[in-house]
């Protein structure tokens, strides 16, 4: 059964990451200093080292690996939502190229510093979404 939710678009917030930021820290960062409570985000640009995770429904854990070596962010979208006592949670998936236009994907994890520049957008939303423990997956979930 698919859950939906309508709510409108309370603005956009652009903001550029220098070399050395950590994209999800920074992207934390931005929607901290901004209030944000939900929204939609896209970011494009290069890293210098992209950490990213792969969700193995065998173990139920997430994995993760490394990709330690300049790279063009592909694509890179997600959303943010609040937990239910107020912490920030930042969903992005993200899929980079090297030179040969091999490309890695996964979840963004903390570690993927940024070589030259980074570009992020969020729309951010009316209505603040929440994430909670999904009974069946165990995954913390949007609430809708």
């Given at each position: ?22 994209l999800i820290k920074t992207i934390e960062k931005v929607a901290i200093e901004n209030d944000v409570r939900s929204g939609q985000l896209s ?102």
């Open positions: 059964m698919v859950r939906t939710l309508s709510t409108n678009i309370k603005g956009a917030i652009f903001a550029r990451m220098y070399p050395g930021e950590d970011l494009i640009g290069a890293v210098s080292t992209a950490k990213l995770r792969w969700f193995n429904r065998t173990t139920g854990e997430y994995n993760e690996f490394v990709v330690n070596r300049d790279t063009e962010i592909v694509s890179c979208m997600g959303n943010i939502a609040r937990t239910r006592d107020g912490g920030l949670v930042v969903h992005a998936h993200m899929i980079v190229a090297d030179e040969d236009g091999t490309c890695y994907g996964g979840h963004l994890a903390p570690g993927c510093e940024v070589s030259v520049v980074a570009e992020l957008i969020i729309i951010e939303m009316e209505q603040e979404i929440f994430r909670v423990k999904d009974e069946v997956t165990g995954l913390g979930l949007m609430d809708l």
